[in-house]
């Protein structure tokens, strides 16, 4: 059966019950996420959950793997504040729909598999530090507007939300421990709804945020000028918000896939995350990617085909639509706790067990990322900064890894025996291995346990040999693996591989 229909095959086994309930908890927690982020970049607060519903609903449908939940993410969105503020919303969904246009290219062209290079202390790094942003956000709504600035609540307000942030927390740790038929974290929800509408508690609601009233995403074709200049302008934007979203995205699918012992499709995942987008520019959405925290929700819920999704998606739909009254009374202090278990959960625990055991570098390289993640909230920078520095480490190390053993045949020959990688960051140590100038006139260099990997190797085998042959001594390659004889061979028609050619096994072109 073909993936796309996998939501439709009644062969595979779906409790019904429990996804509806996953999907409705997901809604919850997904509208002041999405309406917050809108309202933060200065767009019209149903952008956001537009963005929630188009996004959510595609890629439940269309995406890499069930359980995964996308919406209008604050990752995206805060690529796109700056051009907001200076060219405005039309352009904005423009921006919108040629990173869905990027993101699609990245799924045909299968380059989702690159994801597999981002090592563990950069998954840790970059999940501590989401979990971190995750909880920090929540701290937002102890906050409250007074005289046109913003302070923190104290007395009974404050007082007020902890308790009710605390009876949350509550339910959602105690509840599974007596059933676990219905999501904690919708009864959470639920209870404390009904605590506060049922005596009357003043507290911060939904509605204090915006209002989620509104009708069905209109289709809109961005009023923009078709010229080259205009091009220029969003495609940095659009290029940049498809990294992270992917970025962002793909790293969530690794998460949903240790957690569930399953395995997605990444490159799936990239295009319906394209087409989501491109939706979002022509139906005034403001684009968005995988949320982890509203996945993660999903997934506690007992969650896992892509029927919770799809239930997500349409609750805010119809809330957007009919159910707006009723959401506008649900307590924030509910969704805060909910969010703030969620962030507890996210947080790698099992870092601290092992920071023992790992290598000194590792451990810097997971706390940068996290440092960067929490610092600049920009999760696709983290975690770029994490491979490339990680990647310079493991050059350092293999570099220090090349050596030789030496000896001298009964012909007189003398033998380079070689260990260890030859590139870029290891052709000092290797040209260090030589000693052209007491060498006898025979040398022979075995690769058996040696590989040339880039051009640099080439081009240190190149110096070699012009060495040697300067000294009027000869030079012989042994044991080439295949790759390194193509290497050679294609090297020979851009610079001068002077390599004697070993009798046994051919290497360079004869001279």
């Given amino acids: 059966m073909k993936p796309y229909l996998q939501l439709f095959d009644f062969s595979k086994k779906i409790n019904y019950r429990t996804e509806i309930l996953a999907g409705l908890t997901v809604a919850m927690t997904m509208i002041p996420e999405s309406l917050s982020f809108a309202i933060l970049a200065g767009f019209p607060p ?19 793997r069930p359980g995964l939940v996308s919406g209008g993410a604050g990752a995206t969105v805060i690529v796109l504040i700056a051009l907001m503020k200076t060219q405005g919303i039309e352009y904005v969904f423009a921006a919108v729909a040629l990173a869905g246009v990027i993101q699609i290219l990245v799924g045909l062209f299968r380059l989702g598999k690159f994801v597999r290079l981002v090592p563990q202390p950069v998954m840790f790094g970059f999940v501590n530090g989401l979990a971190v942003i995750i909880f920090m956000s929540q701290l937002q709504q102890f906050k409250t507007m007074v005289n046109g600035t913003e302070v923190w609540l104290s007395g009974t307000p404050l007082y007020t939300m902890l308790g009710l942030v605390l009876l949350t927390v509550a ?98 995942e990239s295009i319906a995350q394209g087409v989501a987008n491109i939706l979002n520019g022509f139906f005034t959405g403001m684009g968005g990617c995988p949320m982890i925290a509203q996945t993660l929700v999903n997934l506690s819920a007992g969650a896992r085909a892509r029927l919770s999704g799809i239930v997500a998606a349409l609750t805010i739909l119809l809330i957007i639509l009919i159910g ?86 009964n012909t007189g020959a003398k033998h380079y025996e070689l260990f260890g990688p030859l590139f870029f960051g290891s052709v000092a140590n290797f040209n260090a291995l030589f000693d052209v100038a007491h060498d006898p006139e025979n040398i022979i260099v075995d690769f058996k346990h040696s590989r040339v990997f880039d051009m640099s190797g080439i081009d240190a085998l190149n110096k070699l040999t012009e060495k040697y042959q300067a000294a009027d001594k000869k030079l012989q390659l042994r044991h080439l693996s295949d790759d390194c004889k193509r290497l050679l061979r294609n090297a020979d028609k851009i610079i001068q591989v002077n390599i004697i050619e070993d009798p046994t096994y051919r290497v360079a072109t004869e001279r």
């Fill in 46 to 64: 149903l952008t956001g959950l537009y963005a929630a519903f188009i996004m959510g609903l595609v890629t439940a449908i269309l995406g890499g």
């Fill in 171 to 268: 339910i959602v740790i105690f509840l599974p421990k007596v059933t676990k038929a219905v999501p904690a974290s919708l009864v959470a929800i639920i209870t404390v709804f009904i605590l506060v509408l049922g005596f009357g508690i003043p507290t911060k609601l939904v509605s204090d945020i915006a209002s989620v009233a509104g009708g069905f995403p209109p289709f809109h074709i961005p009023k923009i000028p078709l010229n080259l200049e205009m091009l220029k302008i969003i495609f940095p934007y659009s290029l940049i918000m498809a990294g992270v979203g992917l970025t962002e995205g793909l790293l969530t699918l690794n998460l949903v896939d240790e957690i569930t012992a399953t395995k997605g499709n990444r490159n799936r």
């Fill in 324 to 409: 707006a009254p009723v959401i506008d009374r649900v307590p924030m202090a509910a969704l805060v706790g909910v969010m703030m278990m969620v962030a507890i959960g996210t947080f790698e625990w099992m870092s601290f067990k092992v920071i023992n055991k790992m290598p000194k570098q590792d451990i810097v390289i997971g706390i940068l990322v996290a440092v960067i993640t929490i610092w600049l909230h920009n999760l696709a920078l983290a975690v770029l900064v994490g491979v490339i520095i990680s990647a310079l480490v493991f050059a350092w190390e293999s570099s220090k890894r090349i050596r030789a053993n030496q000896y001298v045949d």
